[in-house]
Protein backbone atom coordinates (compact mmCIF):
# COMPACT_ATOMS: atom_id res chain seq x y z
CA UNK A 1 0.00 0.00 0.00
CA UNK A 2 1.31 3.47 -0.67
CA UNK A 3 2.63 5.48 2.06
CA UNK A 4 1.31 9.49 1.46
CA UNK A 5 4.32 10.68 2.62
CA UNK A 6 6.06 9.28 -0.56
CA UNK A 7 3.95 11.47 -2.92
CA UNK A 8 3.37 14.66 -0.60
CA UNK A 9 2.90 17.18 -3.13
CA UNK A 10 5.25 19.53 -1.27
CA UNK A 11 8.68 17.12 -2.01
CA UNK A 12 7.02 14.99 -5.39
CA UNK A 13 7.11 15.95 -8.91
CA UNK A 14 5.59 14.45 -11.22
CA UNK A 15 7.57 13.29 -14.55
CA UNK A 16 5.63 12.07 -17.75
CA UNK A 17 8.20 10.21 -20.21
CA UNK A 18 8.11 10.56 -24.15
CA UNK A 19 3.85 10.89 -24.51
CA UNK A 20 5.29 11.91 -28.39
CA UNK A 21 3.18 11.42 -31.50
CA UNK A 22 6.28 9.12 -33.19
CA UNK A 23 5.61 6.80 -29.55
CA UNK A 24 1.65 6.83 -29.39
CA UNK A 25 0.06 8.04 -32.28
CA UNK A 26 -0.95 5.34 -35.05
CA UNK A 27 0.79 8.04 -37.90
CA UNK A 28 3.53 8.00 -35.51
CA UNK A 29 7.23 6.14 -36.33
CA UNK A 30 6.52 3.31 -33.96
CA UNK A 31 2.89 2.56 -35.01
CA UNK A 32 3.28 3.16 -38.93
CA UNK A 33 5.87 0.26 -38.05
CA UNK A 34 3.24 -2.14 -36.72
CA UNK A 35 3.98 -1.77 -32.76
CA UNK A 36 1.09 -2.59 -30.76
CA UNK A 37 -0.09 0.74 -29.55
CA UNK A 38 -2.76 -0.09 -27.64
CA UNK A 39 -1.80 -0.09 -24.37
CA UNK A 40 -1.04 4.15 -25.20
CA UNK A 41 -4.67 4.97 -25.05
CA UNK A 42 -5.48 2.89 -22.17
CA UNK A 43 -3.51 4.87 -20.35
CA UNK A 44 -4.13 8.56 -21.43
CA UNK A 45 -7.58 9.03 -19.57
CA UNK A 46 -5.83 8.40 -16.33
CA UNK A 47 -2.96 9.94 -17.08
CA UNK A 48 -4.62 13.09 -17.67
CA UNK A 49 -6.83 12.74 -14.57
CA UNK A 50 -3.51 12.54 -12.77
CA UNK A 51 -1.84 15.72 -14.14
CA UNK A 52 -5.43 18.00 -13.21
CA UNK A 53 -4.94 16.46 -9.91
CA UNK A 54 -1.44 17.24 -9.71
CA UNK A 55 -2.04 20.51 -10.82
CA UNK A 56 -4.85 21.00 -8.41
CA UNK A 57 -2.43 19.78 -5.54
CA UNK A 58 0.66 22.39 -7.08
CA UNK A 59 3.03 19.28 -7.99
CA UNK A 60 5.51 20.45 -10.28
CA UNK A 61 4.70 18.42 -13.70
CA UNK A 62 7.74 17.86 -15.90
CA UNK A 63 6.97 16.24 -19.51
CA UNK A 64 9.95 14.67 -20.88
CA UNK A 65 10.70 14.88 -24.67
CA UNK A 66 13.29 13.10 -26.51
CA UNK A 67 14.68 14.63 -29.45
CA UNK A 68 17.19 13.18 -31.95
CA UNK A 69 19.27 14.91 -34.63
CA UNK A 70 22.77 14.38 -36.10
CA UNK A 71 24.27 16.22 -33.14
CA UNK A 72 23.52 13.38 -30.45
CA UNK A 73 23.46 10.25 -32.98
CA UNK A 74 26.50 8.72 -32.15
CA UNK A 75 27.88 5.78 -33.54
CA UNK A 76 26.67 3.39 -30.58
CA UNK A 77 23.25 5.02 -30.18
CA UNK A 78 22.08 4.48 -34.16
CA UNK A 79 22.87 1.16 -34.17
CA UNK A 80 21.21 0.31 -30.48
CA UNK A 81 18.30 -1.71 -32.41
CA UNK A 82 19.26 -3.71 -35.37
CA UNK A 83 15.73 -5.37 -35.77
CA UNK A 84 13.80 -1.86 -35.74
CA UNK A 85 13.96 1.23 -38.19
CA UNK A 86 14.81 3.76 -35.57
CA UNK A 87 15.92 6.41 -37.64
CA UNK A 88 13.10 8.31 -38.15
CA UNK A 89 12.18 9.00 -34.65
CA UNK A 90 11.57 11.76 -32.94
CA UNK A 91 13.67 14.21 -35.14
CA UNK A 92 14.18 17.57 -34.04
CA UNK A 93 11.46 19.92 -35.29
CA UNK A 94 9.16 17.07 -36.51
CA UNK A 95 5.68 16.41 -35.88
CA UNK A 96 7.07 13.15 -34.65
CA UNK A 97 8.55 15.15 -31.77
CA UNK A 98 5.60 16.91 -30.62
CA UNK A 99 3.78 15.71 -27.65
CA UNK A 100 0.89 13.60 -28.02
CA UNK A 101 -2.24 14.39 -26.22
CA UNK A 102 -1.09 15.41 -23.24
CA UNK A 103 0.33 18.94 -23.61
CA UNK A 104 2.28 21.23 -21.02
CA UNK A 105 1.30 24.88 -20.14
CA UNK A 106 3.20 27.66 -19.47
CA UNK A 107 3.95 26.65 -16.10
CA UNK A 108 5.30 23.04 -16.97
CA UNK A 109 8.72 22.06 -17.14
CA UNK A 110 10.01 20.32 -19.92
CA UNK A 111 13.35 18.19 -20.24
CA UNK A 112 15.04 16.99 -23.66
CA UNK A 113 16.69 14.11 -23.52
CA UNK A 114 18.57 12.14 -26.14
CA UNK A 115 19.09 8.49 -24.47
CA UNK A 116 16.72 6.35 -22.81
CA UNK A 117 16.81 7.69 -19.41
CA UNK A 118 15.75 11.02 -18.71
CA UNK A 119 18.69 11.53 -16.45
CA UNK A 120 21.50 11.62 -18.71
CA UNK A 121 23.13 14.63 -20.12
CA UNK A 122 20.08 16.74 -19.12
CA UNK A 123 19.26 19.37 -16.45
CA UNK A 124 16.42 17.25 -15.00
CA UNK A 125 18.46 16.46 -11.76
CA UNK A 126 19.21 20.12 -11.24
CA UNK A 127 15.42 21.06 -11.55
CA UNK A 128 14.51 18.70 -9.34
CA UNK A 129 17.34 19.72 -6.43
CA UNK A 130 16.48 23.37 -7.03
CA UNK A 131 12.60 22.15 -6.34
CA UNK A 132 13.18 20.51 -3.37
CA UNK A 133 12.21 16.82 -5.19
CA UNK A 134 12.41 14.05 -2.94
CA UNK A 135 9.68 11.72 -4.72
CA UNK A 136 9.27 11.31 -7.96
CA UNK A 137 5.87 9.91 -10.03
CA UNK A 138 6.85 8.14 -13.25
CA UNK A 139 4.68 7.78 -15.93
CA UNK A 140 5.12 7.47 -19.73
CA UNK A 141 5.81 5.51 -22.61
CA UNK A 142 7.69 3.28 -22.85
CA UNK A 143 7.59 0.88 -19.99
CA UNK A 144 10.23 -1.25 -20.32
CA UNK A 145 12.57 1.13 -22.11
CA UNK A 146 13.10 4.86 -21.16
CA UNK A 147 10.70 4.56 -17.92
CA UNK A 148 12.25 2.41 -16.37
CA UNK A 149 15.66 3.58 -17.94
CA UNK A 150 14.16 7.12 -16.01
CA UNK A 151 13.08 5.47 -12.48
CA UNK A 152 16.55 3.22 -12.37
CA UNK A 153 18.45 6.31 -12.56
CA UNK A 154 16.01 8.53 -10.08
CA UNK A 155 16.70 5.84 -7.66
CA UNK A 156 20.26 5.80 -7.82
CA UNK A 157 20.04 9.42 -7.60
CA UNK A 158 18.32 8.74 -3.91
CA UNK A 159 14.71 9.86 -5.56
CA UNK A 160 11.83 7.98 -4.43
CA UNK A 161 10.22 6.20 -6.94
CA UNK A 162 7.06 5.71 -7.40
CA UNK A 163 5.39 4.34 -11.24
CA UNK A 164 1.99 4.36 -11.85
CA UNK A 165 0.98 0.85 -13.22
CA UNK A 166 -2.38 2.55 -15.49
CA UNK A 167 -0.08 5.19 -16.72
CA UNK A 168 2.91 3.72 -18.45
CA UNK A 169 2.34 2.05 -21.49
CA UNK A 170 4.71 -0.72 -23.60
CA UNK A 171 4.52 -2.58 -27.07
CA UNK A 172 3.70 -5.76 -25.51
CA UNK A 173 2.31 -7.07 -22.12
CA UNK A 174 5.18 -9.47 -21.40
CA UNK A 175 7.76 -6.47 -21.07
CA UNK A 176 5.38 -4.07 -19.50
CA UNK A 177 4.39 -6.41 -16.84
CA UNK A 178 8.48 -7.32 -16.26
CA UNK A 179 8.77 -4.06 -15.25
CA UNK A 180 6.11 -3.39 -13.45
CA UNK A 181 7.50 -6.43 -11.50
CA UNK A 182 11.66 -5.51 -11.74
CA UNK A 183 11.14 -1.86 -10.25
CA UNK A 184 8.45 -2.87 -7.03
CA UNK A 185 10.96 -5.07 -6.30
CA UNK A 186 14.15 -3.25 -6.84
CA UNK A 187 13.72 -0.03 -7.50
CA UNK A 188 10.56 1.84 -6.14
CA UNK A 189 7.02 1.47 -5.44
CA UNK A 190 4.12 0.57 -7.83
CA UNK A 191 0.84 1.73 -7.74
CA UNK A 192 -2.29 3.12 -9.73
CA UNK A 193 -2.95 6.57 -10.24
CA UNK A 194 -5.77 6.27 -7.89
CA UNK A 195 -4.02 5.44 -5.19
CA UNK A 196 -1.45 9.01 -5.46
CA UNK A 197 -4.59 11.01 -5.81
CA UNK A 198 -6.92 9.37 -2.99
CA UNK A 199 -3.38 10.12 -0.56
CA UNK A 200 -3.49 13.94 -2.02
CA UNK A 201 -6.79 13.81 -0.85
CA UNK A 202 -6.15 12.89 2.34
CA UNK A 203 -3.63 14.92 2.64
CA UNK A 204 -5.89 18.16 2.01
CA UNK A 205 -8.21 16.85 5.35
CA UNK A 206 -5.04 16.80 6.89
CA UNK A 207 -3.75 20.39 6.45
Known sequence: MLNYKQVDPTHTALVIVDV????????????????DISMVD??????????????ENEVPIIF??????????????????????????CRKDTWGAEFYKIKPKKEDIIVIKHRYSAFINTRLDSVLRSLNIKSLIVTGVSTNVCVESTA??????????????????AYSKEAYEMTLKNIDQYFGSVCESKDVIESWHALEKTS
Open 20 to 35: QNDYCDSKGNLGKQGL
Open 42 to 55: EMIAPLAETVAQAR
Open 152 to 169: RDGFMLDYDIVLLSDCTA
Open 64 to 89: IQTIHEPSTDSVTWANRLRDANQEGI
